[in-house]
């Protein structure tokens, strides 16, 4: 395998490229937010700016399940800076809460 270096422009247009078929916003990249969510075992949980909300995406697997399960995965702040890390990681556990409740009773 060859490697390739880009520059951060470049690597930017890929990025954006690569999670266009998934995602309709921008993902909140936080560090601890994601330090949480890795260490609670949602590698896969992502959060993301819509157009004045934040919704909460998995990539495919169970999690994923859960999430279409409901009607909305949205929080309605307008930006991360409305609340506290441990206040969105709260939001999104009691998301993923209901979307499993939701799952588990229609299967």
């Not at 075992?41 to 992502?46: F, V």
């Not at 169970?62 to 969105?88: D, P």
């Amino acid at each position: 395998m060859k490697t390739v270096l880009l520059t951060e422009n470049e690597y930017n247009k890929v990025k954006h490229i690569l999670n266009e078929g998934n995602r309709f916003g921008d993902e909140i990249t936080n560090k601890r937010l994601r330090k949480m969510l890795d260490d609670a075992g949602y590698e896969d949980i992502h959060l993301i700016k819509g157009d004045g909300y934040l919704y909460v995406e998995a990539d495919d697997g169970i999690h994923s399940e859960w999430l279409n399960a409901l009607e909305s995965t949205s929080i309605y702040l307008n930006s991360f800076g409305q609340q506290s890390v441990e206040e969105w990681f709260k939001d999104i556990v009691q998301i993923l809460r209901q979307g499993k409740e939701e799952y588990i009773a229609k299967h």
